[in-house]
Every structure is written in C-alpha cells, then in structure tokens.
Antibody, heavy 124, light 109 residues
Framework: EVQLVESGGGLVQPGGSLKLSCAAS????????MHWVRQASGRGLEWVGR??????????VYAASVKGRFTISRDDSKNTAYLQMNSLKTEDTAVYYC???????????????WGKGTTVTVSS | QSVLTQPPSASGTPGQRVTISCSGS????????VNWYQQVPGTAPKLLIY???QRPSGVPDRFSGSKSGTSASLAINGLQSEDEADYYC??????????FGGGTKLTVL
C-alpha cells in the first residue's frame, strides 16, 4: 500500500524555522517526484513546491509566496522528502501535505497519493 | 484569489447530475491537463480525476471530467450522500508551478 506520513509540525514564532519530513512507503520513492501542498484553516489548497528525481538533478520549483524562504530536499536512501521552512510568517500557518507524483502515457504529471498532513502554527 | 476559478458552492439531490466548472487561462489549463481532487472535511484530499478525463482505479464511474480550451468540468452522475465534500481543480502553469481552484463545496440536499 502506498503511504505518505508527514511529521515535524508544531508551534513556532514568527521569524523562526521548522523542518517537515515526509516518509514514503509502498512505491519506488527514488523514481517519483514529490510535492508539498498547504491548506490554511477554512481555506483552499495552495501548492508549495516540487522536487524531481536524481535523474532530473533533484530540480526544485517553488510558489512565489515561499520562494527564498522554503527549501525542498529528499533523501532517497531513507525514502523521505523534507520541507525546510525559514523566516516563517503568521500566514504560513496551515496543514502541510506531501504528495507523490505520477504521470500518464503522454507524460502529463499529477499529484497522486497524499499524506494525512502535519499542522504548522506560526504565532507569538 | 485563486488562479483557477470555481463556483464556491454547488448542490443537488440524490440521484441528480451535478457539474462543477473550473476556468483558467492559456498559461495553465490552455496548455496542460486538469486534475480534480475530492476532500471530505477533516481529511486529506484524494485524487478523483487526472489528465482531464481519467479516473484512478477505485473511483466510481459516476465521476467524469472534461476539458475544452481554458476551462474544465467535473460531472457527478447519480449523486450520493457520500459525495458531499469539497472539490478542487488543479493544473500546472507555464512555469511548471501548481495552481488550484478555490474549491467548490458540494452539498447533497
């Protein structure tokens, strides 16, 4: 069974840092790009960023709202993806989900399996 | 303000057909496929439709998707009470960044 489990959420002060983890199982993690998506309470989904595979040089891309503050990385030996969050703002308060990526025969990719999420609260 | 535009709410009675629209632009839906996610409140989103009109295994064939130009639609036939949830469309923009619709809250009357 494909499974993603996020961890590392918690309460942090504005300006602080936090690192989230996403442990994967049930599929070939090293062959899958990974995404992070967040959702503030009562709000919609917001895409945060993506990291590709070793074959694609672990290339990353980020939403404008987090670029320069957040960094996505991965450790294929541990089947784990990470989201390092620095210079946190109150508006970063949300549930953070990691998702695996799959693609169709034409090469169009999509976010496939989702974890249950971990909650980050930025407050003084 | 979401990049993709969805109606905030939709409703129907059991057995009815309901459609949810998703409007984008030439820089997202116009050049990429659309994916749909179902989110029951308090749970994680679940992939419902990918590549505009494909259903993952396990998704009932009551759900279908379509895309035309810069818009897409999700249709639910034979509405059931368990379909009550939030529905989000998603696509990639021309810089390969993800964009979502604001979500549509579906109520089964």
């Amino acid at each position: 069974e494909v499974q993603l489990v996020e961890s590392g959420g918690g309460l942090v002060q504005p300006g602080g840092s936090l690192k989230l983890s996403c442990a994967a199982s049930g599929f070939t993690f090293s062959g899958s790009a990974m995404h992070w998506v967040r959702q503030a309470s009562g709000r919609g989904l917001e895409w945060v960023g993506r990291i590709r595979t070793k074959t694609n040089s672990y290339a990353t891309v980020y939403a404008a709202s987090v670029k320069g503050r957040f960094t996505i990385s991965r450790d294929d030996s541990k089947n784990t993806a990470y989201l390092q969050m620095n210079s946190l703002k109150t508006e970063d308060t949300a549930v953070y989900y990691c998702t695996s990526e799959d693609y169709d025969p034409m090469g169009y990719y999509y976010m496939d399996v989702w974890g249950k999420g971990t909650t980050v609260t930025v407050s003084s | 303000q979401s990049v993709l535009t969805q109606p905030p709410s939709a409703s129907g009675t059991p057995g009815q057909r309901v459609t949810i629209s998703c409007s984008g632009s030439s820089s997202n839906i116009g050049r990429n496929t659309v994916n749909w996610y179902q989110q029951v409140p308090g749970t994680a989103p679940k992939l419902l439709i990918y590549s505009s009109d494909q259903r993952p295994s396990g998704v009932p064939d009551r759900f279908s998707g379509s895309k035309s130009g810069t818009s897409a639609s999700l249709a639910i036939n034979g509405l059931q009470s368990e379909d009550e949830a939030d529905y989000y469309c998603a696509a990639w923009d021309d810089s390969l960044k993800g964009v979502f619709g604001g979500g549509t809250k579906l109520t089964v009357l």
